[in-house]
């Protein structure tokens, strides 16, 4: 019986033979150890983006400065601020007297969205495999009396947080940022989304703005993984297994000893 016990995360394993598998039964067992490592070491989940520097932004008009162009939404187009699951393209001091000269200049995406959905999506190209990216936006709450926004960032429809609940007053803003990386055989292209999760029938009004993903830039992009087991040539000898990305990749090495 082969068993696995340990904390994923740091990468420690403690793994103990009660009998000899043979050669196959251990070549199996050193490849599920290092892509288990190799696995947790690629865990992004729910990581603020803290990039020293960021690549150009592959987002198409993520400022709206170009108005209703280059995204979908689950809500209809609209032409005021009273009407329900609708969004508009416009501007602070256009939408309330209040927030002209606060908060962002310029237009941004108002959306009324009364039911879980895609309050804002799109397409973008040119991901590389590997490459760490941060997935930014700037929201704000338009001042509802009713339901607080709850929002989500995806990437192909896979979270990148938890839902969190707007809590800015009226024409402030505040900048979320996530991390995601792409995969090691990732395609060229992913959806972003940002998604209304309320439950809620009334509230729940927001904008949207300075939508970003951009390349993390601290370091090079990760080829794929590379995987190697040594099997023992005599009894009693340690099987050692590796698994790293790129040839000058730090290396997960778990070994264990055939008794």
Known sequence: MLRIAGDSLSGGFMVGLRRTLG???L???ALIVALGALGAADS???ERCRCTSAGGNLVENGDFEAGDR??????????SGAESDHYW???SANFHSAWSGRGNPG??????SPSPRVAWRQTVRNIVPGQRYCFSVDVTDVGSRYARPVLQLQVDGSALHSPETLQTGQGEWVSWSWAWRAPARSRSSVTLSIVAVSVESRGHDFGIDNVRFTPCCDGRAAPDPRFEVRLPRCPGGEVIAQAARGEQGRAS???WRVT
């Not at 280059?70 to 032409?79: E, I, L, V």
């Not at 237009?107 to 009324?112: I, W």
Request: glycine share 10%.
């Open 27 to 29: 070549l199996v067992a």
């Open 70 to 79: 280059g995204f979908t939404s689950d809500a209809r187009p609209g032409r």
């Open 253 to 255: 090495e778990h070994r």
């Open 44 to 46: 992004l989940a729910a």
């Open 107 to 112: 237009k941004f995406l108002l959306v009324d």
């Open 23 to 25: 050669a196959q039964g």
């Open 89 to 91: 393209v416009t501007d």
